[in-house]
T-cell receptor, first 112, second 112 residues
Framework: TQLLEQSPQFLSIQEGENLTVYCNSS?????LQWYRQEPGEGPVLLVTVVTGGEVKKLKRLTFQFGDARKDSSLHITAAQPGDTGLYLCAGDTQTGANNLFFGTGTRLTVIP | NAGVTQTPKFQVLKTGQSMTLQCAQDMNHEYMSWYRQDPGMGLRLIHY???????DQGEVPNGYNVSRSTTEDFPLRLLSAAPSQTSVYFC???????????FGSGTRLTVV
């Protein structure tokens, strides 16, 4: 059973277009992190959101945490080829001793 | 450079063989985890540790063992390799629950 579902699974767009990636769950998370992973490397943290309704911006990337802390979105404005990669959301349920549960991932390709 | 070091980067095993994937971090992090990454499945937790001498099972622990004798090292042992264990394995560490995870660059394992 996957705790976090991401959509779309694959996304191919032209440079300059906007896009939104979604991360959904029926579980409540105390915090949610977004990572980007490039081929042959491990995921690298982009942002952590903690408060329901929180919005964080990282240059052209905008992250939002749902009011109920069950979902999140990542919006990229004017996508660049350097944005190409696998985007993963990861949530902490704060139940049990651990841990971070990862979503299924969205593979983004930005075509020059 | 400080970080998480995984070895080897690539490995091919025959069914039934055993091996150990090495993971070391030099950031004095208490939390360490092992994940496997399969297409369309995101990252799934195998085992984790909240400190030296303390380990616990994650989502997919069968066929794997871990130990944590020091803060720095967290090896993953495959007892009798099976084709279903063909995957990319990532080790990660964090200073405390909810903080950012730092990932190694992964070990690509193929079991034939």
């Amino acid at each position: 059973t996957q705790l976090l579902e991401q959509s779309p699974q694959f996304l191919s767009i032209q440079e300059g277009e906007n896009l939104t990636v979604y991360c959904n769950s029926s579980s409540v998370f105390s915090s949610l992190q977004w990572y980007r992973q490039e081929p042959g490397e491990g995921p690298v943290l982009l942002v952590t959101v903690v408060t329901g309704g929180e919005v964080k911006k990282l240059k052209r990337l905008t992250f939002q945490f749902g009011d109920a802390r069950k979902d999140s979105s990542l919006h990229i404005t004017a996508a660049q080829p350097g944005d190409t990669g696998l985007y993963l959301c990861a949530g902490d349920t704060q139940t049990g001793a651990n841990n971070l549960f990862f979503g299924t991932g969205t593979r983004l390709t930005v075509i020059p | 450079n400080a970080g998480v070091t995984q070895t080897p980067k690539f490995q091919v095993l025959k069914t039934g063989q055993s091996m150990t994937l090495q993971c070391a971090q030099d950031m004095n992090h208490e939390y360490m985890s092992w994940y496997r990454q399969d297409p369309g499945m995101g990252l799934r937790l195998i085992h984790y540790s909240v400190g030296a001498g303390i380990t616990d099972q994650g989502e997919v622990p069968n066929g794997y063992n871990v130990s944590r004798s020091t803060t720095e090292d967290f090896p993953l042992r495959l007892l009798s390799a099976a084709p279903s264990q063909t995957s990319v394995y990532f080790c990660a560490s964090s200073s405390h629950r909810g903080s950012r995870y730092t990932f190694g660059s992964g070990t690509r394992l193929t079991v034939v």
